[in-house]
């Protein structure tokens, strides 16, 4: 999308707005008789416009007819009237200040994300496939699992490693290879680009971990895919991030009001999960604090402010680092956490009892795809019903199921340590959310819990360090990592009980760690397409920090598809949405509109 920006700002010269290339700015065009305008629109084959007054009807007119494609209109003076011509969307900017501009890119962006056609699915024949088999047992798939079987859909579960419990860590993938927590809030899934317009192109992908970067392999070893995947994280410009990051909530807030509803429809989902409600937000520098807190005062998630002082007072266990100074300040915002394994324990055991059928260590090596690049099949163990509808959610260990598909290449890895100590001393009561500007575990969570013999614990996992397309990381930043996390508890809970021994193995390790399916975007990935059998093949993950926080809206936008019926998700998290927006050629629009999938 090339989009044509003339309101004069002398600070868009310092921004990174116009690094992408596909922003025309000439704000010598904002006061040019509405011809040049147009002129320039035409020649630089422009679908979108923001400038400070509303161009006269004959030049929509003229814009509507000789560029193609859908095309957006923003300006700050002006009255929507007469109507534009065809295939024009108006939108209204507050001014001219840099904000107002990355407001107007932004909503042009989303507004073509929206519009762009998503695959039209054929309806199966007959009344429609009633039979699912889901590909991978994370968490995201069993509560998509559990929206099916409540809808009617007979379900089976293909999973590549044992079943959870019966072998160690290191054979599974985050949900149940990394620790016993789980945490929901607002802005759990987020956006880590530059959002500061004038800050620099971040490096976090190429610096090691052990110098405060992300990077936990020898820079030397990562492959060309591997560089053009931190390429593409390095070109999102600030504005195109805050609008990811409002996607992104926007679904973490879909998924909050799922969470409430399946609590509500299934309590004894949660039952002996160690269920814990309201998050405790902490940060050691002042700035960092006042930031947080504007951050989710725009969104509405606080619940309660608390300086020093009051978190010394509210929560004896973090009285000294609140009183030695290194606590700024906390605040109680919505959400929750719980013992994940504990919680799969209990959906799988609620699964099997309805009749869903698991089955574990059974990998699908391949889809199979004729020369028309059609879904014909998968290669796996257990043969998968031509019957049934497929859906794959594979974290970072299925890059075979991704290929030939728009997502291929798209997921990569991203790691977190964990480990555990005691909550006897302190008495924690909420889960936390720490934040230590600049260190090199610089976000950690907290989660209060108790081991397999009821001892009281804390949970406690942090790190970022980036795999890429392999699952190994680099010795030195697990190292890193590590240290990282003990320095964090040796300053919040420096008067901690020792942790006895646990009955069960799993529970018993000084440091572990998980790799998590992250993204160039930040944002998920969601596609479907039909196969042969006419039935659907849907794709979803990549959803970085955030695949337990939104896996009930993942599982209503599964639902959705196979009911034939739109669903957000499926535009927002479109894995070519940043691609089909960064070239200036137009999507392709079906000639004929394919009808939707048929549902019951």
């Given at each position: 999308?090339?989009?044509?920006?003339?309101?004069?700002?002398?600070?868009?010269?310092?921004?990174?707005?116009?690094?992408?290339?596909?922003?025309?700015?000439?704000?010598?065009?904002?006061?040019?008789?509405?011809?040049?305008?147009?002129?320039?629109?035409?020649?630089?084959?422009?679908?979108?416009?923001?400038?400070?007054?509303?161009?006269?009807?004959?030049?929509?007119?003229?814009?509507?007819?000789?560029?193609?494609?859908?095309?957006?209109?923003?300006?700050?003076?002006?009255?929507?009237?007469?109507?534009?011509?065809?295939?024009?969307?108006?939108?209204?900017?507050?001014?001219?200040?840099?904000?107002?501009?990355?407001?107007?890119?932004?909503?042009?962006?989303?507004?073509?994300?929206?519009?762009?056609?998503?695959?039209?699915?054929?309806?199966?024949?007959?009344?429609?496939?009633?039979?699912?088999v889901l590909i991978g047992a994370g968490i995201v798939n069993l509560i998509t699992a559990v929206r099916l079987t409540e809808d009617g859909f007979r379900v089976t579960v293909l999973d590549r490693s044992p079943a959870p419990g019966t072998a160690p860590w290191r054979a599974y993938g985050c949900s149940h290879g990394g620790d016993d927590a789980r945490m929901f809030t607002f802005t759990e899934?987020?956006?880590?680009?530059?959002?500061?317009?004038?800050?620099?192109?971040?490096?976090?992908?190429?610096?090691?971990?052990?110098?405060?970067?992300?990077?936990?392999?020898?820079?030397?070893?990562?492959?060309?895919?591997?560089?053009?995947?931190?390429?593409?994280?390095?070109?999102?410009?600030?504005?195109?991030?805050?609008?990811?990051?409002?996607?992104?909530?926007?679904?973490?807030?879909?998924?909050?009001?799922?969470?409430?509803?399946?609590?509500?429809?299934?309590?004894?989902?949660?039952?002996?999960?160690?269920?814990?409600?309201?998050?405790?937000?902490?940060?050691?520098?002042?700035?960092?604090?006042?930031?947080?807190?504007?951050?989710?005062?725009?969104?509405?998630?606080?619940?309660?402010?608390?300086?020093?002082?009051?978190?010394?007072?509210?929560?004896?266990?973090?009285?000294?680092?609140?009183?030695?100074?290194?606590?700024?300040?906390?605040?109680?915002?919505?959400?929750?956490?719980?013992?994940?394994?504990?919680?799969?324990?209990?959906?799988?055991?609620?699964?099997?009892?309805?009749?869903?059928?698991?089955?574990?260590?059974?990998?699908?090596?391949?889809?199979?795809?004729?020369?028309?690049?059609?879904?014909?099949?998968?290669?796996?163990?257990?043969?998968?019903?031509?019957?049934?509808?497929?859906?794959?959610?594979?974290?970072?260990?299925?890059?075979?199921?991704?290929?030939?598909?728009?997502?291929?290449g798209k997921i990569h890895g991203v790691l977190g340590g964990w480990t555990r100590i005691s909550n006897r001393a302190g008495r924690l009561g909420n889960s936390l959310k720490v934040g230590r500007r600049g260190h090199v575990t610089e976000d950690a969570n907290v989660t209060v819990g108790r081991d397999a013999d009821g001892q009281e614990i804390l949970i406690v996992g942090s790190g970022y360090?980036?795999?890429?397309?392999?699952?190994?990381?680099?010795?030195?930043?697990?190292?890193?990592?590590?240290?990282?996390?003990?320095?964090?508890?040796?300053?919040?809970?420096?008067?901690?009980?020792?942790?006895?021994?646990?009955?069960?193995?799993?529970?018993?390790?000084?440091?572990?760690?998980?790799?998590?399916?992250?993204?160039?975007?930040?944002?998920?990935?969601?596609?479907?397409?039909?196969?042969?059998?006419?039935?659907?093949?849907?794709?979803?993950?990549?959803?970085?920090?955030?695949?337990?926080?939104?896996?009930?809206?993942?599982?209503?936008?599964?639902?959705?598809?196979?009911?034939?019926?739109?669903?957000?998700?499926?535009?927002?998290?479109?894995?070519?949405?940043?691609?089909?927006?960064?070239?200036?050629?137009?999507?392709?629009?079906?000639?004929?509109?394919?009808?939707?999938?048929?549902?019951?």
């Amino acid at each position: 999308m090339k989009i044509l920006l003339t309101i004069a700002n002398a600070g868009l010269e310092t921004s990174d707005f116009l690094r992408s290339g596909n922003i025309v700015y000439d704000p010598s065009l904002d006061t040019a008789p509405d011809e040049k305008v147009t002129d320039a629109l035409v020649l630089h084959g422009a679908t979108g416009l923001i400038t400070s007054r509303r161009p006269g009807a004959e030049m929509l007119r003229r814009w509507s007819q000789d560029v193609t494609g859908v095309k957006c209109l923003s300006y700050a003076a002006g009255c929507a009237y007469p109507p534009a011509g065809a295939g024009i969307v108006e939108f209204r900017h507050d001014g001219s200040s840099l904000e107002a501009i990355a407001t107007a890119l932004g909503r042009c962006e989303r507004h073509v994300a929206l519009a762009r056609p998503v695959q039209q699915l054929p309806a199966p024949d007959g009344a429609g496939s009633r039979e699912v088999v889901l590909i991978g047992a994370g968490i995201v798939n069993l509560i998509t699992a559990v929206r099916l079987t409540e809808d009617g859909f007979r379900v089976t579960v293909l999973d590549r490693s044992p079943a959870p419990g019966t072998a160690p860590w290191r054979a599974y993938g985050c949900s149940h290879g990394g620790d016993d927590a789980r945490m929901f809030t607002f802005t759990e899934m987020d956006d880590y680009h530059n959002q500061d317009f004038h800050g620099a192109v971040p490096d976090l992908f190429r610096r090691p971990v052990e110098l405060g970067g992300w990077l936990a392999r020898d820079p030397r070893s990562l492959s060309a895919e591997e560089r053009s995947w931190i390429e593409e994280f390095e070109r999102v410009p600030s504005w195109l991030a805050r609008t990811y990051n409002e996607d992104i909530f926007s679904l973490s807030a879909e998924a909050a009001g799922e969470w409430e509803h399946l609590r509500r429809r299934r309590p004894e989902l949660f039952e002996g999960v160690v269920l814990a409600d309201g998050i405790l937000r902490v940060y050691s520098d002042p700035d960092h604090f006042e930031a947080a807190l504007a951050r989710h005062r725009a969104i509405g998630a606080v619940l309660r402010e608390q300086t020093a002082t009051e978190l010394a007072r509210d929560h004896p266990a973090l009285a000294r680092p609140a009183r030695d100074g290194t606590l700024a300040g906390g605040l109680l915002v919505p959400g929750f956490t719980l013992n994940v394994h504990k919680f799969t324990g209990r959906i799988i055991d609620w699964l099997e009892h309805r009749g869903v059928r698991f089955h574990w260590d059974t990998e699908v090596t391949r889809v199979r795809r004729d020369a028309a690049g059609t879904v014909t099949g998968f290669d796996c163990p257990v043969p998968l019903p031509g019957t049934a509808h497929v859906v794959a959610s594979p974290g970072v260990y299925g890059p075979e199921l991704l290929r030939g598909t728009p997502c291929e290449g798209k997921i990569h890895g991203v790691l977190g340590g964990w480990t555990r100590i005691s909550n006897r001393a302190g008495r924690l009561g909420n889960s936390l959310k720490v934040g230590r500007r600049g260190h090199v575990t610089e976000d950690a969570n907290v989660t209060v819990g108790r081991d397999a013999d009821g001892q009281e614990i804390l949970i406690v996992g942090s790190g970022y360090g980036y795999t890429g397309a392999a699952t190994e990381p680099d010795e030195r930043a697990l190292t890193a990592i590590r240290l990282g996390i003990l320095d964090t508890i040796e300053r919040l809970f420096p008067d901690r009980a020792g942790l006895g021994a646990s009955s069960a193995a799993g529970d018993n390790y000084a440091f572990k760690y998980c790799i998590r399916p992250w993204t160039a975007t930040s944002l998920g990935l969601y596609h479907a397409e039909v196969t042969s059998g006419a039935r659907l093949f849907v794709i979803n993950g990549g959803h970085n920090t955030g695949g337990f926080a939104q896996a009930p809206a993942v599982a209503r936008a599964v639902l959705a598809s196979l009911s034939g019926a739109p669903h957000p998700m499926h535009a927002l998290y479109h894995p070519e949405r940043f691609s089909a927006f960064m070239t200036d050629k137009e999507p392709p629009v079906p000639a004929v509109p394919l009808p939707l999938a048929a549902g019951n």
